[in-house]
């Protein structure tokens, strides 16, 4: 769902190599400051743990309530149209709960993406839950299938939130229940949001998108951060935010029913990118102290332009949600407004940790 962003280095490079001294070697760095080595980031590690802890819970009750909805297709033999006579009311309340533990996942798992994805040590984590391609893009593909219980492999079909989504909303074709219009209320038409998952793809990938949350709990407890985790995170995951625009600005809260992606339908984009830049924002006050020693006003200032691109998205956020209606061209404005800012912030950050004697990773 999302390209992986440490591409975003070399963009960051050359803005913070802007100015300086040309005659000094490439390879000299500055000794690691005192601040920068002994700095707590206990807060970043017990940010993530809770979030990893929640995603951990709430992908375990997708599972069993994707294990009760396999159990009901299973006793009426899969005919979906049987199921849908007999127990309606059931399969309609189960397709609801799962979706409302989707939309209670994904901004567990946004708000600790900055961490996740910005971490070299934890990134893979990133493309197999919430940024991987299916194998249609072989660079950016999952490393992993689906094998249902029936004996059929789904070949690298792209990440768990992905798979989850487009299953329980129904805009992939693929993971549906065939021969079926899922009319789950009864009243003689589909409206959007009414889905009939395939239950052999259903279970399996709920099982697995489990098994990977706890996964990524265990990960997250042996991680041990340090000031190169944390300033590669903002480095890297700061300044993409035209690809976030980009996807709002393609999905069903921009582009209606004319859109032609079928994921991002349960949260708008924009709330997101808001929940990530919250988990920038958390990275950043427990670096500030460290890059204060090399430049303090520059340090607050810093500060001061992430939580303000922080509020910006979260203005938009708030204002789509109270209805207002964003246009295309809107949108690409406001993602080149955000990815400007985004990328003079993380030139900063990149500056402070050349000068800090902090190399980042790629």
């Known amino acids: 769902m999302r390209i992986k962003g440490f591409a975003a280095l070399a963009v960051v490079a050359v803005l913070a190599g802007c100015g300086g001294d040309d005659s000094e070697p490439a390879e000299t760095a500055a000794e690691e400051t005192p601040a920068a080595a002994q700095a707590d980031l206990g807060a970043i590690k017990e940010y993530l743990l809770s979030h990893t802890a929640t995603l951990e819970e709430l992908t ?16 009426a033999d899969f005919d979906y149209s049987a199921l849908l006579d007999s127990k309606r009311d059931e399969v309609a309340g189960l397709i609801e709960s799962m979706q409302a533990t989707f939309r209670e996942a994904n901004p567990a798992y946004e ?15 990133d493309v197999i839950i919430d940024a991987g391609a299916d194998k249609s893009d072989p660079e950016n593909a999952v490393p992993f ?17 992905f798979l989850l989504e487009t299953s329980l909303w129904g805009t992939e074709e693929q993971f549906a229940a065939k021969g079926v219009e899922p009319d789950l209320d009864d009243d003689g038409k589909v409206e959007f949001g009414e889905a ?9 990938a709920a099982k697995d998108f489990a098994t990977n949350a706890k996964d990524l709990s265990a990960s997250a407890e042996e991680w041990e951060p340090t000031q190169q985790d ?6 890297v995951m700061t300044p993409t935010m035209s690809e976030y625009f980009e996807a709002w600005k393609n999905s069903r809260f ?3 029913a004319k859109s032609e992606e079928s994921s991002f339908v349960a ?6 990118i808001a929940d990530i830049l919250g988990g920038l924002v958390l990275i950043y006050d427990n670096v500030e102290p460290a890059i204060a020693e090399a430049d303090a006003q520059q ?10 691109l922080e509020a910006f998205a979260e203005r938009l956020r708030d204002e789509e949600a109270g209805g207002k209606k964003f246009t295309a061209a809107e949108a690409d404005t406001l993602g080149t407004e955000a990815q400007d800012r985004a990328e003079a912030i993380a030139g900063q950050v990149s500056q402070a940790a050349g000068q800090l004697g902090i190399t980042l990773e790629t």
């Open 60 to 75: 375990a009750t997708m599972a069993a309530d994707a294990e009760e909805y396999h159990a009901l297709a299973e006793e």
């Open 111 to 125: 708000e600790m993406e900055g961490v996740v994805a910005g971490v070299p040590s934890l990134a893979d984590y």
């Open 145 to 161: 299938s689906i094998k249902t219980s029936a004996g059929k492999t789904y070949e690298q079909p792209g990440n768990f939130f």
């Open 196 to 204: 009939l998952p395939d239950a052999d793809f259903l279970v399996a």
């Open 230 to 235: 944390a300033m590669t995170a903002l480095v």
């Open 254 to 256: 921009v582009a209606g």
């Open 267 to 272: 949260a708008s984009r924009l709330q997101d």
């Open 299 to 308: 340090a607050e200032q810093t500060g001061t332009q992430l939580e303000e």
